[in-house]
């Protein structure tokens, strides 16, 4: 059974809003104290915020600076690959007209027809290497940027949670802002 209120221990009996008040009170901090202290916090979170603003304008500027090789790159794929299907085109229509009019050739037109076909196909494959060349270079710039652009992830949330503790400790302690004694 429920012993009577008077004869609970202290430490069960229900509390005022006040005494609780008071008991924390005189069990924690002096407020000079608690003052300081959250001064020091407020002070770290700032100097938390300004880095991850600096690191951040860093990284944003490396993001960006990415992109452009993106786009750069992205070009030079675009530049190359008329170059090389015109170049396969061209391959394929003087190799299919060698098959059809082989037996009209004599040996001289024959001998220079061949090496027709053989120069363009190794232009064709010299344009078709550069193209995958510059896809490779195009798939690294991309993939680079996507990595720069993941570190601005974790940034922004340690810049928010900063921010957010910064204003619950100024909201906490109204006098944090006044000017010292």
Do not use: W
């Not at 300004?50 to 750069?72: E, I, T």
């Not at 090389?84 to 391959?91: K, M, T, V």
């Not at 009019?101 to 064709?124: C, F, H, I, L, T």
């Not at 974790?154 to 921010?163: N, Q, R, T």
């Amino acid at each position: 059974m429920d012993k009577p209120a008077a004869t609970r221990p202290r430490s069960a009996r229900p509390a005022s809003p006040a005494a609780a008040k008071r008991r924390r009170r005189s069990a924690g901090l002096d407020s000079a104290t608690r003052m300081t202290l959250a001064r020091a916090a407020a002070a770290y979170c700032l100097i938390a915020v300004v880095a991850c603003l600096v690191f951040g304008q860093s990284a944003l500027r490396q993001r960006v600076a990415a992109a452009a090789v993106v786009s750069q790159q992205q070009a030079a794929v675009d530049a190359v690959k008329p170059q090389a299907d015109a170049a396969e085109a061209s391959y394929h229509e003087l190799s299919s007209d060698q098959e059809t009019n082989r037996m009209r050739y004599s040996g001289p037109e024959a001998m220079a027809m061949s090496v027709k076909v053989q120069s363009a196909k190794d232009q064709s494959q010299t344009l078709r290497g550069q193209q995958q060349a510059a896809q490779k270079a195009l798939d690294a710039a991309a993939e680079r940027a996507r990595q720069l652009g993941l570190r601005l992830v974790p940034l922004v949330a340690v810049l928010l949670i900063h921010g957010l503790l910064l204003g619950l400790i100024i909201v906490a302690n109204p006098g944090l802002l006044k000017p010292a004694r």
